[in-house]
């Protein structure tokens, strides 16, 4: 029992060290200027719940280690704080209702194929 619990907890590190790999890799496609950051942010975001969606049931190393380490809602709620700071109030707005409505709205069309 321990051993396999061990076995679970390296490949969820394992999972963890690509997925923020590949959410480093989609930030510099994106990211071009700073205006450009939230929309990485929501766009590993969204990606990231279609795909949980649509694997609710795999492995430790896909479920937490990947999609735990390439998602990320702390960039997500500093993205919209810097953004507010800046006055922008409608666009924080918009940029929040768009990713809780994407991350949903994703995860269940994921959900909904998967089955």
Known sequence: MRYERSGKM????IGGFFGAIVRYLV???IEQSDRHKKWATFSVNSIGSFLTG???STSEFWMTGFL???TTF???????VKE???????LTVFYIS???LAGLGLFTIGFIISQ
Do not use: C, E
Request: aromatic share 10%; charged share 5%.
């Open 68 to 70: 735990g380490a390439f």
């Open 98 to 100: 768009a990713t809780l």
């Open 54 to 56: 649509l694997s609710l």
């Open 10 to 13: 390296i490949g969820v590190a």
């Open 27 to 29: 930030y510099l496609a």
């Open 84 to 90: 507010l700071q800046n006055g922008k109030i409608i």
């Open 74 to 80: 702390s960039t997500f709620a500093l993205d919209a």
